[in-house]
Nanobody, 127 residues
Framework: QVQLVESGGGLVQAGDSLRLSCAAS????????MGWFRQAPGKEREFVAL????????YYTASLKGRFTISRDNAKNTVYLQMNSLKPEDTAIYYC????????????????????WGQGTQVTVSS
């Protein structure tokens, strides 16, 4: 059974950085598409970034590109999200997700395309 466990969230001030980690277990991880999503109170879960296991291709939501960086270490079955210059509007629960079924790329910015989810980690950015 696939298990995803996020860590690294916390309370920080505007302008600070955080690195989130997502440790995967239970299945071969190398060819999975791994994604990060976030959900703020009262809002729908939104796409942040993804990284494709087969070729390392990376895609970000446009508004976060340049501040956030996704990466993965297949040897450790771990995906990371480096978040810099954090803003109060980045406050949300951040979720890691995995897709093993090879979903069409165009569907992967929709959280419904992903098969497995972590429990989430809270990121709070104070002004």
């Amino acid at each position: 059974q696939v298990q995803l466990v996020e860590s690294g969230g916390g309370l920080v001030q505007a302008g600070d950085s955080l690195r989130l980690s997502c440790a995967a277990s239970g299945r071969t991880f190398d060819n999975a598409v791994m994604g990060w999503f976030r959900q703020a109170p009262g809002k729908e879960r939104e796409f942040v970034a993804l990284i494709r296991g087969s070729d390392g291709y990376i895609y970000y939501t446009a508004s976060l590109k340049g501040r956030f960086t996704i990466s993965r270490d297949n040897a450790k079955n771990t995906v990371y999200l480096q978040m810099n210059s954090l803003k109060p509007e980045d406050t949300a629960i951040y979720y890691c997700a995995a897709d093993f079924k090879g979903s069409a790329f165009g569907t992967l910015t929709n959280w419904r395309a992903f098969d497995y989810w972590g429990q989430g980690t809270q990121v709070t950015v104070s002004s």
